[in-house]
T-cell receptor, first 114, second 113 residues
Framework: AQSVTQLGSHVSVSEGALVLLRCNYS??????LFWYVQYPNQGLQLLLK??????LVKGINGFEAEFKKSETSFHLTKPSAHMSDAAEYFC????????????FGKGTTLSVSS | DTEVTQTPKHLVMGMTNKKSLKCEQH?????MYWYKQKAKKPPELMFV???????INESVPSRFSPECPNSSLLNLHLHALQPEDSALYLC????????????FGQGTRLTVV
């Protein structure tokens, strides 16, 4: 079975500060990992994905994530937070095996203060 | 066109009503999904259709009935719902099951009274 664990249900940063949202995965097969963002009352938007190519993945809006197999981690970072980054962030996992779909972590709420 | 369109955006229904949620995509995706999302919680998988056939049903109560009339459309028929079924219902699609990303619609906010 696959799962992801997001450490920290709520992260608060100041505008311009580093954003670090943590995600650890568990998978018995090579995982495919995703970060999605959700703004209030909206659907989910893909930020970036890891599908076994480069371990450092760059996404939209200045976000990036690094796949570390030894640490079973896929943490999301952004060098400088902007007020518009305030949202809910979900880490998700799937595999290339038949019968799988995206499985989400519990989510992390990012607050950005001025 | 990278959109998944869901209608209606909001729905209020009584416990004896029958209603349907609709989802449409024109990206040529062959996998389509229904997720349920409660407030402050992650999306929970309900159903997966692959090549217009139901491939995953996550033990969803029979008062929720999915339908995939063709490769672009996905419906969720609702009947005799309970107030605890109130949630945001998200439709998603992907090129195929597995490692490709899923594209999500904006969701239908359902309230059962």
């Amino acid at each position: 079975a696959q799962s992801v664990t997001q450490l920290g249900s709520h992260v608060s940063v100041s505008e311009g500060a580093l954003v670090l949202l943590r995600c650890n995965y568990s998978s018995s097969v090579p995982p495919y990992l995703f970060w999605y963002v959700q703004y209030p009352n909206q659907g989910l938007q893909l930020l970036l994905k890891y599908t076994s190519a480069a371990t450092l993945v760059k996404g939209i809006n200045g976000f990036e994530a690094e796949f570390k197999k030894s640490e079973t981690s896929f943490h999301l970072t952004k060098p400088s937070a902007h007020m518009s980054d305030a949202a809910e962030y979900f880490c998700a996992v799937s595999s290339n095996q038949a019968g799988t779909a995206l499985i989400f972590g519990k989510g992390t709420t990012l607050s950005v203060s001025s | 066109d990278t959109e998944v369109t869901q209608t209606p955006k909001h729905l209020v229904m009584g416990m004896t009503n029958k209603k349907s949620l609709k989802c449409e995509q024109h990206m040529g995706h062959r996998a389509m999904y229904w997720y349920k999302q409660k407030a402050k919680k992650p999306p929970e998988l309900m159903f997966v259709y692959s090549y217009e056939k139901l491939s995953i049903n996550e033990s969803v109560p029979s008062r929720f009935s999915p339908e995939c009339p063709n490769s672009s459309l996905l419906n969720l028929h609702l009947h005799a719902l309970q107030p605890e079924d109130s949630a945001l219902y998200l439709c998603a699609s992907s090129l195929e099951r597995g490692p490709t990303e899923a594209f999500f619609g904006q969701g239908t906010r359902l309230t059962v009274v």
